[in-house]
């Protein structure tokens, strides 16, 4: 257990909705990361988030958006969904704001757009 | 534009053997290396880490090793154990704007034979 936590586990959804994966970072830990691993792809970064406010951005769509909360948690809205955003979605902590920091991730929320 | 390349999908290695997996990258950039294990059904897990200044890393069983003029890294597993078997993803960290961005190869797949 990483103690990251991300809900829901799953999210079955059709296109042109929108969605938000929710996730919760270890205690202490200031930076939140988001990914999204679609099928036989490696992991492409999305966004990083430190303490508030946004760090580092990646290939996020312009559809994508995400917020870092005073509590620390994160969320990752997804809109206008497209079959082709069917991926799991991993979220990560880390205590630095690095992202060469060790980080910790949680065990990813599966999207599935019909 | 894959910058962090792993070519082999998949690799085969009998208990007790050594394992390497091989890691090639594009962007001379890069100034942070690190390997994260993921097991099905749950995220990554960070293994080791090497810096660009440095050609060798070495934690217990693992070793990561860095030919910066081949823009190449390996990760060595020795013995190899049957909890070994995973998926193993190469991951480099270069500065961009002011802030460090991980870049993800596509993973191996390990399996360790008894």
């Known amino acids: 257990d990483s103690g990251v936590t991300q809900t829901p586990k799953h999210l079955i959804t059709a296109t042109g909705q929108r969605v938000t994966l929710r996730c919760s970072p270890r205690s202490g830990d200031l930076s939140v990361y988001w990914y999204q691993q679609s099928l036989d792809q490696g992991l492409q970064f999305l966004i990083q988030y430190y303490n508030g406010e946004e760090r580092a951005k990646g290939n996020i769509l312009e559809r994508f958006s995400a917020q870092q909360f005073p509590d620390l948690h994160s969320e990752l809205n997804l809109s206008s969904l497209e079959l082709g955003d069917s991926a799991l979605y991993f979220c990560?902590?880390?205590?630095?704001?690095?992202?060469?920091?060790?980080?910790?991730f949680g065990p990813g929320t599966r999207l599935t757009v019909l | 534009d894959q910058q962090v390349k792993q070519n082999s999908p998949s690799l085969s290695v009998q208990e007790g053997r050594i394992s390497i997996l091989n890691c090639d990258y594009t962007?001379?950039?890069?100034?942070?290396f690190l390997w994260y294990k993921k097991y099905p059904a749950e995220g990554p897990t960070f293994l080791i880490s090497i810096s660009s200044i440095k050609d060798k890393n070495e934690d217990g069983r693992f070793t990561v090793f860095l030919n910066k003029s081949a823009k190449h890294l390996s990760l060595h597993i020795v013995p190899s154990q049957p909890g070994d078997s995973a998926v193993y993803f190469c991951?480099?960290?270069?500065?961009?704007?002011?802030?460090?961005?991980?870049?993800f190869g596509q993973g191996t797949r390990l399996t360790i034979n008894p």
């Open positions: 991951a480099a960290s270069a500065p961009v704007q002011g802030a460090q961005k991980l870049v």
């Open positions: 962007n001379s950039m890069f100034d942070y």
């Open positions: 990560a902590s880390s205590t630095g704001g690095n992202s060469y920091n060790e980080q910790f």
